[in-house]
């Protein structure tokens, strides 16, 4: 019973380049979230994904940050033209409904931009 | 705006005493509050959650209470270990789930 998988567990871009993370959430999670964390700060929210549906995506910032969950497949965070300031660990983390009380988190994804 | 603070970035004790860490929220009417545990390059794990309901919830050494008139849940570790040095943090939902800042807590032996 697979948890949540992130992948890659690094990832090194230089800048401008685009950055792709993926999140496969538990097996019967239809809901996905997103959060950005700094070195040595807390967990800011980034987006909530139902499958094909952005439900909040109020702590996403408005440009070059995009997020999407297909009916197929895993969900996508997508970071273009990257630059320094979006060096972080990004966390996924699912749950299986909308009222789901606890959210179950992965391993992360460690973005470094050179 | 809504805030969730924990007001001690970091908290040491000495191995075998009690950790009792905080939290408060504003501009929250939460149905239930939750505590995870996050340890240096790793996710954040669920430990315990909370009803508005509930005054008290316990899992083995570990205990919360949640006061949803002074707008605090108080986390305590009883006969702390070296081994639950980490980071603590508190979380509420309301459409999506948001986590305060964390606690880091180091406990020596």
């Known amino acids: 019973n697979a948890g949540v998988m992130q992948n890659p567990r690094h990832l090194v871009r230089r800048r401008g380049q685009e950055a792709r993370l993926r999140c496969s959430p538990m097996?019967?999670?239809?809901?996905v979230y997103w959060y950005r964390q700094l070195p040595e700060e807390g967990l800011k929210f980034m987006v909530y994904?139902?499958?094909?549906?952005?439900?909040?995506e109020s702590g996403m910032p408005k440009e070059r940050f995009s997020a999407e969950f297909p009916k197929e497949g895993p969900s996508i965070l997508r970071i273009q033209q990257v630059v320094r300031g979006d060096s972080a660990a990004y966390f996924c983390?699912?749950?299986?409904?909308?009222?789901?009380?606890?959210?179950?988190f992965g391993e992360g994804s460690w973005l470094t931009v050179v | 705006s809504q805030k969730i603070e924990q007001n001690s970035e970091a908290l040491n004790i000495q191995e075998g005493k009690t950790a009792t860490l905080t939290c408060n929220y504003t501009n929250y009417s939460p149905a239930y509050l939750q505590w995870y545990r996050q340890d240096p390059g790793r996710g954040p794990v669920f430990l315990l959650l909370?009803?508005?309901?509930?005054k008290e919830k316990r899992k083995e050494r570990l205990k919360v209470t949640f006061d949803t008139t002074l707008k605090q849940s108080l986390f305590h570790i009883t006969a702390s270990q070296p081994a639950d040095s980490a980071t603590y943090l508190c979380a509420l939902r309301n459409n999506d789930m948001r986590f305060g800042a964390g606690t880091r807590l180091t406990v020596k032996p």
């Open positions: 097996k019967g999670h239809s809901h």
């Open positions: 983390a699912s749950s299986p409904s909308r009222d789901g009380n606890t959210i179950y």
């Open positions: 909370i009803r508005e309901n509930e």
């Open positions: 994904l139902q499958k094909e549906n952005i439900i909040d």
